[in-house]
């Protein structure tokens, strides 16, 4: 199995897992995310030990291990991005799978459970077109004023949605144009969009304009864009005024 099918696989079936936990019945409100996070998390990362021993391994759920800061390949999972969103039955939550080789996001998968698709780094579609109208999305209940403010600089529209997974990949589905972030994230919530992205072609990088780097000693990553590349430009400068 290529490293792509196992990200793909992985995703696709930590979605199932989900989905199954959260159909049980047998828990809701936080004990249903704190329920599907474990499971998908144990199932993600005795896979990986299984699957790819030798490399390092960062997940959200999972107990920190400096070990990986000496590896050239690195797994980082995220089991349920957009807890809340996943809680409450909705589509725009997602399971991240990628893979960071010298701190570059190389490979990536996320699973859209709730849509029943799973959108790979190493199969790249077409992007659809953008409309006359930018659309950017923005957080449902934290719309961030970097977002915003270029939101209204550049004549947009804000799309509020759940999970940075599937904010990111609206993008690759054609539901929107930008996702500008500065609310803080961590490794796990960018790296797999991220490469999905780029393996499709669309710019990702830092709000100031410089590379996204991973499996770094401090996981923590303020800011992030994502949007076509004919976009990036003018969105770096206008979010100048905002910084």
């Known amino acids: 199995m290529t490293d792509g099918d196992l990200a793909a696989h992985l995703a696709e079936q930590a979605g ?6 959260r159909a049980s019945g047998m828990f809701e409100g936080k004990s249903l995310g704190k329920a599907g996070d474990q499971t998908a998390n144990q199932f993600l990362v005795h896979a990986l030990r ?38 409450e039955e909705r589509t725009d939550w997602a399971v991240h799978v990628g893979m960071a080789v010298n701190g570059v996001p190389a490979l990536g998968a996320v699973a859209l459970p709730g849509l029943d698709v799973v959108l790979r780094s190493d199969q790249p579609g077409e992007v659809p077109a953008a409309p006359e109208k930018l659309r950017m999305v923005v957080s449902r209940t934290r719309p961030a004023k970097e977002a915003t403010g270029v939101c209204e600089a550049i004549g947009g529209e ?3 949605m759940g999970s940075a997974g599937a904010k990111a990949m ?11 972030h500065s609310g803080g994230q961590y490794e796990w919530d ?16 830092r ?29 770096l400068e206008k979010v100048k005024a905002f910084l």
Request: glycine residues 6%; negative net charge; aromatic residues 6%.
């Open 16 to 21: 199932k897992i989900l989905l199954q936990v």
């Open 50 to 87: 299984q699957q790819r021993a030798e490399d390092g391994l960062l997940s959200e759920e999972e107990k920190d291990n400096a070990e990986r800061l000496a590896k050239e390949r690195v797994w980082i999972v995220d089991p349920v991005d957009g807890t809340r969103e996943y809680g």
């Open 158 to 160: 804000l799309v509020p």
């Open 170 to 180: 609206a993008i690759l589905r054609g539901e929107a144009d930008i996702y500008l």
């Open 190 to 205: 960018s790296m797999a969009p991220a490469a999905v992205a780029l393996g499709w072609g669309l710019h990702a990088s």
């Open 207 to 235: 709000i100031d304009g410089s590379p996204l780097v991973y499996n770094q000693q401090d996981v923590y990553m303020p800011d992030l864009l994502i949007c076509r590349k004919e976009h990036a430009d003018v969105v």
